[in-house]
């Protein structure tokens, strides 16, 4: 799933988020996610993207944690935002 698409979603929701952005030597890039939706805290990162944009830049899931919690969860569907915004979580 594309970053931007996840950037999308976290605020359609209600949420808030940024994407940072670095160059490797290589002429790669780091694209990287990091939001808040409700008490949970957000994550999605690409660590080889060809290009700088949001857009183009793929990840293969998505990290949530409570905010008070230590563990991170991976998950592979974009929907699993829908259910951390309805408190299913």
């Not at 996840?6 to 939001?35: F, P, T």
């Not at 991170?72 to 935002?81: C, D, S, V």
């Amino acid at each position: 799933m594309r970053i931007q698409n996840i950037a999308n979603r976290i605020e359609a929701l209600g949420g808030a988020c940024v994407i940072d952005m670095r160059r490797h030597a290589d002429g790669q890039y780091i694209v990287k996610l990091s939001g808040k939706l409700g008490e949970y805290n957000v994550e999605a990162t690409n660590y080889k993207s060809p290009s700088e944009s949001p857009a183009e830049a793929e990840t293969s899931g998505i990290a949530i944690k409570p905010q008070a919690g230590i563990s991170w969860t991976y998950y592979r569907a974009i929907e699993a935002l829908d259910l951390v915004a309805k408190g299913v979580m």
